[in-house]
């Protein structure tokens, strides 16, 4: 078996489509085959994560090397037309996130510049080449000791940072000076217009 998730990366499952593609339902987990010639390759969908195992039919033993070049291809096809038709391109798996990048293109014309290869999720918006925000997503441990999982936030400048991180769901800032930045979790339990807010006076901010 060969785990495949970093083929999705940032792209969310259309259930729907899985199953108009041909995959099969069963206990939540979704199972896709194809045969070319003596092979038989199976994705797998299973808690949004994917994987993949191709079985040699003339032998009836599942193969040892994918990424015989031959072989490659061919998984390859498949997986590529499976992203293209069951697969929704997304910048980042949070709801919140997203509005937040909606909103920043819509009125200051910024795009998220992803800057990091070691963190393909980091996305960077800046105003004449200064940031005045960044949306990550890390482990809820590195801002709180107390909390873990995956979680999206947002780091943006601030002239409020004491007052603000008396609220819930603010922080001192991650991997940001803590003086002039300020962390946000972006889960529900924080208006969206207010956040939205925010970001303009972190825009202002940058300009000084």
Not at 6 to 28: A, R
Not at 152 to 161: F, G
Request: aromatic share 16%.
């Amino acid at each position: 078996m060969k785990t495949i998730s970093d083929f999705f990366q940032n792209y969310k499952i259309d259930y729907c489509k899985l199953k108009e593609y041909g995959f099969i339902e069963t206990n939540n987990k979704y199972v896709f085959s194809k045969r070319i010639n003596n092979l038989i390759f199976k994705i797998i969908i299973e808690n949004k994560n994917l994987s993949l195992e191709i079985f040699d039919n003339d032998f009836n033993d599942e193969c040892i090397n994918y990424e015989i070049t031959s072989i490659k291809e061919k998984w390859l096809d498949i997986i590529n037309d499976i992203k293209n038709k069951c697969f929704i391109y997304t910048k980042y798996d949070n709801d919140k996130a997203m509005i937040i990048d909606q909103y920043i293109l819509k009125k200051y014309n910024v795009e998220a510049e992803f800057m990091f290869d070691k963190f393909p999720n980091f996305g960077v918006y800046k105003n004449n080449k200064k940031w005045f925000c960044i949306i990550m997503d890390i482990d809820y441990s590195k801002i709180d000791k107390n909390k873990n999982g995956l979680i999206y936030i947002l780091n943006i400048k601030s002239n409020n940072v004491d007052e603000l991180i008396s609220n819930n769901g603010f922080y001192p800032s991650y991997h940001m000076n803590k003086k002039n930045w300020i962390t946000i979790v972006l889960d529900n339990n924080i208006d969206v217009n207010y956040i939205k807010s925010l970001i303009d006076i972190s825009y202002e901010l940058v300009k000084k």
